[in-house]
């Protein structure tokens, strides 16, 4: 059984399929008339309406006129910054739209080093995006995000940075995505794990209270790895889930319920990024990727 079905399969037993229906619901309730989707009260805005698009897709509820309508606007908005760009990228390859221009600037971004960008967090995404658009994203990428783990087996959003909750997940997620696998990603899950809070959900970084964003990453990074989510953290975000179908962002907190409910949602399908890439990379790739998480 492959890694994909494994996670939904782990993802319906844990939350049961239907759990997508309602947060996509409220999800797609809230696409502007531009085609963008926006917070209550708010503007349309490129950056959440890829989060939503992605969300959504992950969701299964990615509907034709409204995906039309999504990629329509995202196509008309200003050149992005590195991450940015990287994340449109993933949203309009969900949108089945071209991507070879954006990913062609993607590329031009490339470092000496092997960063994308500026960042360690513009490089994650930088390999995730490219993974998805079919584009090897580079050994040297990979082997600088394999040099920016921490001694404590995270990553953080910045070279020489904290670690933190999202950005481990998510390079967990693009390191994956290219066959690393063994003892960095080994690391990677038990940084995350001994983040968990007594109320089985997950902080951006140690000390701090449980958040829904940071539990799905997460989650997300655990379906990965290809190991099974913590069960606490499926029942925090139950405990999240307010009657109109959004997220809270936390215990205390009701903040950006869009973005939260965008990025939640992925974890209640069992989804993990990219959500469109090649099924099986090729035997050089695999063969690269093990010697150099061997190193």
Do not use: C
Not at 59 to 69: D, E, F, T, V, Y
Not at 85 to 91: G, K, S, Y
Not at 129 to 154: C, E, F, H, I, N
Not at 184 to 203: H, Q, S, T, W
Request: glycine fraction near 12%; hydrophobic fraction near 40%.
């Amino acid at each position: 059984m492959g890694l994909k079905l494994l996670a939904t399969v782990a993802a319906a037993a844990l939350v049961g399929a239907p759990a997508v229906d309602r947060p996509a619901g409220y999800l797609a309730g809230h696409q502007a008339p531009d085609g963008g989707f926006v917070e209550q009260g708010g503007r349309s805005d490129p950056a959440l309406t890829a989060w939503a698009v992605l969300g959504l897709d992950a969701a299964g509820h990615l509907s034709g006129p409204a995906g039309a309508a999504a990629a329509g606007y995202l196509v008309g908005q200003p050149s992005p910054q590195p991450t940015d760009l990287a994340l449109r990228i993933l949203a309009l390859r969900s949108l089945d739209q071209p991507v070879s221009g954006l990913v062609e600037r993607l590329v031009r971004l490339r470092r000496p080093d092997g960063r994308v960008g500026p960042l360690v967090n513009s490089t994650i995404w930088a390999v995730l995006a490219l993974r998805s658009a079919r584009t090897p994203p580079g050994a040297k990428a990979v082997a600088y995000l394999l040099r920016q783990q921490s001694r404590s087996g995270g990553w953080s959003w910045a070279p020489g940075g904290a670690p933190d909750s999202n950005d481990t997940a998510a390079a967990i997620e693009a390191l994956r995505s290219t066959s690393v696998s063994g003892r960095p990603i080994v690391r990677g899950i038990a940084y995350l794990r001994g983040l968990e809070n007594r109320d089985g959900g997950f902080p951006l970084a140690r000390g701090r209270p449980s958040d829904s964003q940071s539990t799905a990453w997460a989650v997300q990074a655990f379906f990965a790895a290809g190991r099974k989510p913590p069960g606490g953290a499926f029942r925090f975000l139950a405990r999240m889930l307010r009657p109109d179908g959004s997220y809270r962002y936390s215990t205390r907190y009701v903040t950006t319920p869009v973005w939260v409910t965008a990025q939640v949602l992925p974890a209640l399908a069992g989804k993990a990024f990219p959500l469109r890439r090649p099924a099986v990379s090729s035997p050089r790739a695999r063969s690269g990727a093990r010697s150099r998480a061997a190193g």
